[in-house]
């Protein structure tokens, strides 16, 4: 679609693009939240967030272009290096973390399993698989950033540049694909889940983890500081619903849907909103990916909301039909 330029007084614009809804294709939503990249401050744009009337999908409508995502994903994003000594005891404990997640997920797999992480950033769960699942699996990671590709292959890992659907991938060869926190930043996210289908074996699962629009941090935040927006990286954000209705759009069958504890999108909610209302960066600097306290506060305070079914993030499991 053309592209158009919002500017909010200062720096240089984003181009921009308008688009419907991900799943139906609608262009009727509703305005639902407003923000800016207050993390990065890669740009000085508002975006907005709009949610559509029947899939209940969130899309940023305009996003930026895709010759911006060179720009709106700077070299110290945090799914470029995000390593322990960077990192230090959030890398530790969310490795152990994560590698509990990643094994039960996995499952019963053959020992000669061949298993692909889609967006897998540095390769950091890749990494876990290595370290912490059989050395009889066979792990390969798909990254479409050259960055992120270089910091998977520093740690000696199989990375293929480029996109799912473009990369020639050999088609129902993998037993598991992964997906962990890589379809809200997707531009299309129905044509990538049907090219990973074509890629898994029949009755192969795919995981895919996500941010839930249908969570407490997302009511209490959601017009305009809520974490999971991550303006404008994220093009397209999910609950139960709409991840069913996506699944169904891409003939996949849903296995099951279920929350999971994360306390990130509450840490950078109250973050957002404090450098917003121009707080003192010390302040600001406590709640991020490097704050111990903030984390683990909030870790405890959305596992109670994971036990009502109302965590932070998504994770749904799908299968390719057999």
């Known amino acids: 679609m053309a592209g158009v ?34 993390e990065y401050r890669t740009a000085p744009d508002t975006f907005l967030a709009m949610r559509c009337r029947d899939c209940t999908v969130l899309y940023l409508d305009p996003r930026p272009a895709p010759d911006e995502m060179g720009r709106i994903y700077p070299d110290e994003y945090h799914a470029f290096d995000f390593t322990e000594s960077e990192f230090g005891v959030i890398h530790k404990v969310r490795s152990r973390l994560e590698a509990r997640r990643l094994l039960k997920c996995i499952g019963d ?40 590709a270089a910091a998977a292959r520093r740690r000696g890992l199989t990375v293929h540049e480029g996109t799912v659907e473009a990369l020639g991938l050999p088609e129902a060869a993998y037993d598991v694909a992964f997906m962990i926190q890589t379809i809200e930043h997707v531009a299309d996210p129905a044509t990538v889940l049907r090219a990973v289908s074509r890629l ?76 917003d209302y121009g707080a003192p960066e010390g302040l600001v600097s406590h709640f991020t990916l490097s704050s111990p306290a903030a984390l683990s506060v909030f870790t405890v305070f959305d596992t109670a909301f994971t036990m009502a079914g109302k965590g932070a993030l998504i994770r749904a499991e799908l299968r390719r039909p057999a």
């Open 109 to 148: 797999v053959p020992p000669d399993a061949r298993v692909i992480d889609v967006g897998c950033g540095d390769g950091f769960h890749l990494d876990l698989l290595r370290r912490y699942g059989r050395s009889t699996w066979s792990l390969e990671g798909v990254d479409l950033d050259p960055r992120a």
């Open 200 to 275: 898994l074996k029949p009755g192969g699962r795919l995981i895919v983890v996500t941010d839930n629009t249908g969570s407490p941090d997302f009511r209490v935040f959601r017009r305009r500081h809520w974490g999971g927006y991550h303006f404008p990286r994220h093009f397209s954000l999910f609950n139960d619903r709409s991840i069913r209705k996506l699944a169904g759009r891409t003939g996949l069958e849903v296995v099951g849907v279920e929350t999971i504890v994360s306390p990130v999108n509450w840490v950078y909610s109250i973050r957002n909103l404090l450098d």
């Open 5 to 38: 330029a919002v500017d909010t007084g200062s720096g240089e614009r984003l181009l921009l693009e308008h688009v419907g809804c991900p799943i139906c294709g609608r262009t009727d939503g509703e305005p639902i939240g407003v923000g800016e990249d207050f």
